[in-house]
């Protein structure tokens, strides 16, 4: 299992789970869930549900991923295999990406 916090502007949104390669869950943080001044990271994970599951990683955060030879040379770089999305994903949207969602890896225990 390996888990991510995502951040919106800098904020904890929620933390989002790879339980196995095919079960996904984001979770909204309590203290952001129950702001109401505080948007939902996307349209397709709206704040009307405290957590989300999925067998797919969700699209939101597949497109935040590069595709194509971006895609080929991010891997080869960094050591990843090309299927594993969740993996590309924490090691590439920690920083700078379009838009306001970060991602950051959460250790190991």
């Known amino acids: 299992m390996r888990k991510a916090e995502v951040y919106r502007s800098g904020i904890l949104a929620g933390t989002l789970t790879e339980e196995t390669r095919k079960h996904f869950v984001f979770r909204y943080d309590d203290t952001y869930f129950n702001d109401s001044l505080k948007p939902a990271i996307s349209l397709t994970l709206p704040k009307n549900q405290k957590e989300y599951s999925s067998e797919f990683l969700f699209p939101f955060f597949f497109n935040m991923l590069s595709e194509g030879v971006n895609r080929k040379l ?15 994903m924490m ?17 190991a225990k």
């Not at 949207?93 to 250790?107: C, E, R």
């Open 74 to 88: 991010q891997c080869k770089q960094l050591k990843i295999d090309e299927e594993d999305n969740f993996g590309l």
């Open 91 to 107: 090691a590439t949207a920690q920083y700078d990406t379009i838009g306001a969602v970060t991602i950051k890896p959460i250790a």
